[in-house]
């Protein structure tokens, strides 16, 4: 179900402890030479829906296109919020959401670039609706991050952006968008042993880096590796992964507010 196609009575009737309401955050920003600046979201909005659709009961928001993209900038197209209108914007939409009695509200981000910003979102949201929903964010990549791993060809630093992952994702969602004969492959030097580019790494400092410095065609990893065939596997895992956490989510307790 999509919010944008339902009429106010047919929200209207929903249950509200039962319904998940998602809301995907992605970016525009650049995606190498050949795939498009929408990527992040539209990645972010067919994973929700198919997992939705999967788990019925969970209705899906039109996603805000832009996300944080400041490092992004070097490169034509790429468009930022400033950090503090992604969350005002966020909180704006979730608190409408909570204001029409919604219990359970997810937010599905596809944008590595907004992983800080959804850490606090789902701090200081989950503290202002305490007692009247349960507010839960998430990053579809890092959630599948072992069914990933499995299926993953390219070795470390082949994933990280416009990628394995992402091109072969596209390939499948989107596959007239994606110009692969203008791909690149970049293995970048992130410069420290404790620093990692990888989609799937782990890192524990937390810094700015600039993707123009990274990579000069703002790919990093290897897209060499994708295919549609990966993108459909990819996909499913991602989907199957996010539908389960769906079924989990939906029983999760919300506690009583006290004062
Ligand atoms: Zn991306």
Same mark, same amino acid.
């Given at each position: 179900?999509?919010?944008?196609?339902?009429?106010?009575?047919?929200?209207?009737?929903?249950?509200? #402890?039962?319904? =998940?309401? $998602?809301?995907?955050?992605?970016?525009?920003?650049?995606?190498?030479?050949?795939?498009?600046?929408?990527?992040?979201?539209?990645? /972010?909005?067919?994973?929700?829906?198919?997992?939705?659709?999967?788990?019925?009961?969970?209705?899906?928001? +039109?996603? +805000?296109?832009?996300?944080?993209?400041?490092?992004?900038?070097?490169?034509? @197209?790429?468009?930022?919020?400033?950090?503090?209108?992604?969350?005002?914007?966020?909180? #704006?939409?979730?608190?409408?959401?909570?204001?029409? @009695?919604?219990?359970?509200?997810?937010?599905? !981000?596809?944008?590595?670039? !907004?992983?800080?910003?959804?850490?606090?979102?789902?701090?200081?949201?989950? !503290?202002?609706?305490?007692?009247?929903?349960?507010?839960?964010?998430?990053?579809?990549?890092?959630?599948?991050?072992?069914? $990933?791993?499995?299926?993953?060809?390219?070795?470390?630093?082949?994933?990280?952006?416009?990628?394995? %992952?992402?091109?072969?994702?596209?390939?499948?969602?989107? +596959?007239?968008? =994606?110009? $692969?004969?203008? *791909?690149?492959?970049?293995?970048? #030097? +992130?410069?420290?042993?404790?620093?990692?580019?990888?989609?799937?790494? *782990?890192?524990?400092?937390?810094?700015?880096?600039?993707? @123009? #410095?990274?990579?000069?065609?703002?790919?990093?990893?290897?897209?060499?590796?994708?295919?549609?065939?990966?993108?459909?596997?990819?996909?499913?895992?991602?989907? /199957?992964?996010? *539908?389960?956490? $769906?079924?989990? %989510?939906?029983?999760?307790?919300?506690?009583?507010?006290?004062?």
């Amino acid at each position: 179900m999509r919010w944008e196609e339902l009429t106010s009575a047919e929200i209207g009737a929903l249950e509200r #402890d039962r319904t =998940v309401v $998602i809301l995907p955050l992605g970016s525009v920003e650049q995606h190498g030479n050949h795939l498009p600046l929408g990527t992040d979201t539209m990645l /972010a909005e067919a994973v929700s829906r198919a997992a939705a659709e999967a788990s019925g009961d969970t209705v899906v928001m +039109p996603p +805000p296109w832009y996300g944080f993209s400041a490092h992004h900038m070097r490169f034509p @197209g790429s468009i930022t919020l400033r950090a503090e209108t992604l969350l005002a914007l966020v909180e #704006d939409v979730v608190a409408s959401l909570v204001r029409h @009695g919604f219990r359970r509200i997810l937010i599905v !981000n596809g944008h590595g670039g !907004n992983n800080g910003l959804i850490d606090v979102l789902a701090s200081t949201l989950g !503290n202002t609706h305490y007692g009247a929903a349960r507010i839960a964010a998430l990053t579809y990549f890092t959630l599948a991050r072992e069914a $990933i791993g499995k299926l993953r060809k390219s070795k470390p630093g082949g994933m990280g952006h416009a990628c394995e %992952f992402e091109t072969s994702m596209v390939q499948h969602v989107r +596959p007239e968008l =994606v110009k $692969i004969a203008q *791909a690149e492959t970049c293995y970048p #030097d +992130p410069g420290s042993r404790y620093l990692t580019t990888d989609l799937l790494g *782990a890192q524990a400092i937390r810094l700015y880096h600039d993707f @123009g #410095d990274l990579s000069p065609t703002g790919t990093l990893g290897d897209p060499a590796f994708a295919s549609p065939e990966a993108g459909k596997a990819f996909f499913a895992a991602v989907t /199957a992964e996010l *539908a389960a956490f $769906i079924a989990d %989510f939906r029983g999760w307790t919300i506690p009583e507010r006290h004062s």
